[in-house]
Antibody, heavy 121, light 110 residues
Framework: QVQLVQSGAEVKKPGASVKISCKAS????????ISWVRQAPRQGLEWMGW????????DFAQKLQGRVTMTTDTSTSTAYMELWSLRSDDTAVYYC??????????????WGQGTLVTVAS | QAVLTQPPSASGTPGQKVTISCSGS????????VYWYQQLPGTAPKLLIY???QRPSGVPDRFSGSKSGTSASLAISGLRSEDEADYYC???????????FGGGTKLTVL
């Protein structure tokens, strides 16, 4: 079965960076993209961006441009998201999610369990 | 503020039918498919409806989706206590060039 297993919770100081991993299993990693979505405490969902696992193309939410990088390691079926210059409002649960595409239309079908990132001094 | 507008809460008694709305614009719902996700307390979201009205395997047919113009809705019939969760609509926004979500609707089964 499809599984996305993320790395554990992180506590970071303002200005630092955080890198979260997402290991996929149960499907062919390179045939599905990976999106990252975050959820601040008691808030809704916010799409952060997407990476193609076949050619490493990326697309980021405008508000995060310049502060986020997304990479993949196809040898280990793992995706990574790194967020720089952390602020208190970056405190959130971060999810990786699989993008399923059919006829050029893509959507998120499976989600990781989430990684809590707390930014505090 | 979420790009898509959902009511913050909804409720119903067991066996009832509940409908959750999701309002957008021509650049998002009006020109793209709508998706619905269910988030049970303390868990990751789960895909409930894709391409406006399609159910993934394993999702009960009590859940149905529809779309008209720049609005969409999720209907849950035969309400059960385990349906108590947060529900989010989502779609692609052509102007923002990204996925957008509704603010979420907390469903309470009385």
């Amino acid at each position: 079965q499809v599984q996305l297993v993320q790395s554990g919770a992180e506590v970071k100081k303002p200005g630092a960076s955080v890198k979260i991993s997402c290991k996929a299993s149960g499907y062919t990693f390179s045939t599905y993209g990976i999106s990252w979505v975050r959820q601040a405490p008691r808030q809704g969902l916010e799409w952060m961006g997407w990476i193609s696992t076949s050619n490493a193309n990326t697309d980021f939410a405008q508000k995060l441009q310049g502060r986020v990088t997304m990479t993949t390691d196809t040898s280990t079926s793992t995706a990574y998201m790194e967020l720089w210059s952390l602020r208190s409002d970056d405190t959130a649960v971060y999810y990786c999610a699989r993008d399923s595409c059919t006829d050029g239309v893509c959507y998120i079908d499976y989600w990781g369990q989430g990684t809590l990132v707390t930014v505090a001094s | 503020q979420a790009v898509l507008t959902q009511p913050p809460s909804a409720s119903g008694t067991p066996g009832q039918k509940v409908t959750i709305s999701c309002s957008g614009s021509s650049s998002n719902i009006g020109s793209n498919y709508v998706y619905w996700y269910q988030q049970l307390p303390g868990t990751a979201p789960k895909l409930l409806i894709y391409r406006n009205d399609q159910r993934p395997s394993g999702v009960p047919d009590r859940f149905s989706g529809s779309k008209s113009g720049t609005s969409a809705s999720l209907a849950i019939s035969g309400l059960r206590s385990e349906d108590e969760a947060d529900y989010y609509c989502a779609t692609w926004d052509d102007s923002l060039r990204g996925w957008v979500f509704g603010g979420g609707t907390k469903l309470t089964v009385l």
